[in-house]
Antibody, heavy 117, light 110 residues
Framework: EMRLVESGGGLVKPGGSLRLSCTLSGFTVSGNYISWVRQSQGKGLEWVSIIYTIGTTYYADSVKGRFLISKHTSDDTLFLQMNNLKPDDSGVYYC???????????WGPGTRLTVSS | QTVVIQEPSMSVSPGGTVTLTCGLQSASMSTNWYPGWYRQMPGQPPRAIIFSTSTRPSGVPERFSGSILGSKAALTITGALADDEGDYYCVVYRGSGISVFGGGTTLTVL
């Protein structure tokens, strides 16, 4: 069965850092485009970042320069390093297979980040 | 900046037909934007309903169809069921690796 499972969410103070993880099973991080998508409480979806099969990365303007997406092909894990966090970064973070011109066809259950003092 | 515009809410009667639309603030929608549609139920991650304008993933009922209508992408539900209620999000591919979601449409079946 193909799955993605996020972890690493929690409570962080403004200006702090956190790293989210996304563990893949049933398919490989090296063979797929994987994105991070977030959703603030009671609000809509916001695409955050993508990493291509070849390792190319892109970011939404709202997180560029603060977030870093990466992957470990050895254990099929995706990461999102988040620095200089702001309250507006709070929400549920999903990793999803897809992005670029491909559909987001597989989603994890999400992990929640709260940025608050 | 790419802004994707959706109706905040729509309603449809059971068995009826409803069309949700997805437009761009500063351009006309086309297949080149690879518009997709996702449905989200409370507490759940989104699920793909339509991708690349009109392609239905396996397992999505035929009552869901996607198209370009005029200058917008459209999701049409024909023969709506109570189970079709939820939040529907449009997403487009802006280029340079970047995707942009619309604000979502809350669909009520009543």
């Amino acid at each position: 069965e193909m799955r993605l499972v996020e972890s690493g969410g929690g409570l962080v103070k403004p200006g702090g850092s956190l790293r989210l993880s996304c563990t893949l099973s049933g398919f490989t991080v090296s063979g797929n485009y994987i994105s991070w998508v977030r959703q603030s409480q009671g609000k809509g979806l916001e695409w955050v970042s993508i990493i291509y099969t070849i390792g190319t990365t892109y970011y939404a303007d709202s997180v560029k320069g603060r977030f870093l997406i990466s992957k470990h092909t050895s254990d099929d894990t995706l990461f999102l390093q988040m620095n200089n966090l702001k309250p507006d970064d709070s929400g549920v973070y999903y990793c999803a297979r897809g992005g670029w011109q491909k559909p987001f066809d597989l989603w994890g259950p999400g992990t929640r980040l709260t940025v608050s003092s | 900046q790419t802004v994707v515009i959706q109706e905040p809410s729509m309603s449809v009667s059971p068995g009826g037909t409803v069309t949700l639309t997805c437009g761009l603030q500063s351009a006309s929608m086309s297949t080149n934007w690879y518009p997709g549609w996702y449905r989200q139920m409370p507490g759940q991650p989104p699920r793909a309903i339509i991708f690349s304008t009109s392609t239905r993933p396996s397992g999505v009922p035929e009552r869901f169809s996607g198209s370009i209508l005029g200058s917008k992408a459209a999701l049409t539900i024909t023969g709506a069921l109570a189970d079709d209620e939820g939040d529907y999000y449009c997403v487009v591919y802006r280029g340079s690796g970047i995707s942009v979601f619309g604000g979502g449409t809350t669909l009520t079946v009543l």
